[in-house]
C-alpha cells in the first residue's frame, strides 16, 4: 500500500540513507546493495522532472520537419503517442503558428514561423559545435589554451576557448573577447585567407575605422596588404607586439571549408616559455591539422 504511513517511511528511509552515505559509514552485508542503489539513485537526481507536454511538442516537430504533409495517423505510428495527445499539442501548435491544417485532407504541415526558432543559430556555434572535442584534445596534449574565434563585424569575436582546461594560461578569460582583424592573430588569419572580395570589403572597413582613431592609424593598406601576403604564404598569422600583450604571442589558422574561412584557430603561450621558432614548430602542424579536423566535422554536421 501507498498510504501516507508508507510515504513516511520513504521520506525516513531515504534521509537515513543519505545521511549513511554523506557520512561515508561503512556498511556491510543486506544493506551494500541498498546503499550501492541509493548512490546510484542520488547521481541521476535531477531538480525536476522532463515536462512531457515539451517533449512531445518538440518530437512532433521534429518528426514533421522531415516530412512536407503529416496525418495524425503518421504521427502516431512514429512516436506512438495517442491520438488524442497529438490533436491537442497540434491544435496548440496551430494556434502559435508553427503549424498550419489543411481542412481537405486533415493533414498538417509546418509554417515559415518554424525558421524563427533557429534564427538566433548562425554558422558560429556550428564551429564551435565541431571544434570543441579537437580544441580540448590539443590543450590536453599541448597544456596551453586554444580558442576559436568568428567574424563578427569588422572583427572577430572568441567564442570558445580550453583557458578553464589550462595550468598556464596567459589570459583569465577570453569568451566574447573582440579583437581586431590587423592586429591580433585571430583576426589576422581570417583577413589573410578569406575570399580576395571579401578581404577587400573588411580592409575598407578596418581603413574607414581608422581614420576615427589616431593610435589605429599606424598601417596603411599597403603595409596590411604585404603583411596578409606573408600570412597567406607561411600558412598562419600572429598576434602584433603593439597590441598591450607584449607577454604572451598567439599563432592562428584559419579553419576552411570549400575556399571559405568559418572561423579561425589559435594557440597562447607565454614568450618567456618558449622562443618563437620553436613555438612555430610545436604549434603550427597541430593547429593546421585540428583545422582541418574542424572543417571535416562542420561539412558532417551541416
Given at each position: 500500500m501507498n498510504g501516507p504511513s508508507s510515504r513516511v517511511r520513504h521520506s525516513v528511509l531515504q534521509k537515513n540513507l543519505h545521511q549513511l552515505y554523506c557520512c561515508n559509514v561503512p556498511l556491510g552485508g543486506i544493506f551494500r546493495p541498498i546503499i550501492v542503489a541509493f548512490k546510484r539513485v542520488r547521481l541521476n537526481m535531477t531538480s525536476y522532472a522532463p515536462v512531457r507536454s515539451v517533449e512531445r511538442s518538440l518530437q512532433i516537430l521534429e518528426l514533421m520537419n522531415t516530412n512536407k504533409v503529416s496525418s495524425i495517423a503518421d504521427i502516431h505510428t512514429k512516436t506512438q503517442l495517442p491520438k488524442a495527445t497529438i490533436v491537442r499539442l497540434l491544435q496548440t501548435l496551430e494556434q502559435l503558428g508553427y503549424v498550419s491544417r489543411d481542412v481537405r485532407h486533415s493533414e498538417y504541415q509546418l509554417t515559415s514561423r518554424v525558421m524563427s526558432l533557429s534564427s538566433g543559430f548562425h554558422s558560429d556555434p556550428l564551429v564551435v559545435e565541431a571544434g570543441r572535442v579537437h580544441a580540448i584534445a590539443m590543450t590536453k596534449k599541448l597544456t596551453w589554451p586554444i580558442a576559436i574565434s568568428v567574424l563578427d563585424g569588422s572583427e572577430v569575436v572568441i567564442r570558445f576557448s580550453t583557458i578553464p582546461d589550462s595550468p598556464i594560461s596567459p589570459f583569465h578569460a577570453t569568451i566574447n573577447m573582440r579583437l581586431s582583424l590587423d592586429k591580433h592573430a585571430l583576426g589576422l588569419a581570417y583577413l589573410a585567407f578569406c575570399p580576395i572580395e571579401e578581404r577587400q570589403i573588411l580592409v575598407n572597413s578596418i581603413s574607414d575605422a581608422n581614420k576615427h582613431s589616431p593610435d589605429a592609424a599606424q598601417r596603411p593598406d599597403a603595409m596590411l596588404e604585404q603583411r596578409l601576403r606573408v600570412i597567406e604564404k607561411q600558412g598562419f598569422s600572429e598576434r602584433d607586439m603593439g597590441t598591450g600583450?607584449?607577454?604572451?604571442?598567439?599563432?592562428?589558422?584559419?579553419?576552411?571549408?570549400?575556399?571559405?574561412?568559418?572561423?579561425?584557430l589559435g594557440i597562447t603561450y607565454f614568450r618567456s616559455a618558449l622562443k618563437r621558432n620553436d613555438a612555430i614548430k610545436t604549434f603550427l602542424e597541430p593547429l593546421q591539422a585540428s583545422a582541418d579536423a574542424i572543417a571535416r566535422n562542420v561539412e558532417t554536421l551541416s
Open positions: 600583450y607584449e607577454n604572451s604571442n598567439t599563432i592562428a589558422v584559419p579553419i576552411m571549408v570549400r575556399n571559405r574561412v568559418l572561423g579561425t
